[in-house]
């Protein structure tokens, strides 16, 4: 079975037991007869995702961080943050 087709039929098996044509036990029954593992569609509904990452086999597509400063920025920038913060620093002898 092709991904798309496999991808439709769950769309239409989630449909019916969104529905409540199909109950949670013939739903998941279905899923396993799918080869679809029922907790990786379980349960997910109102979770909160603070970073999605997709995977695709051994493939994981990451969102980019921010980019890097070269070496001399970001040194300059560390510099003037600790002078900044101890600026009012008592040194005692």
Known sequence: M?????QAQLAQLRQLYEQGLLSEANFRAALAGLGVDPAAVFAQQGQRVGTQINVAGDVYAVPPGPPTLDADTALARYLRHIIEANRRLQLQG
């Open 2 to 6: 092709s991904e798309q087709n496999l």
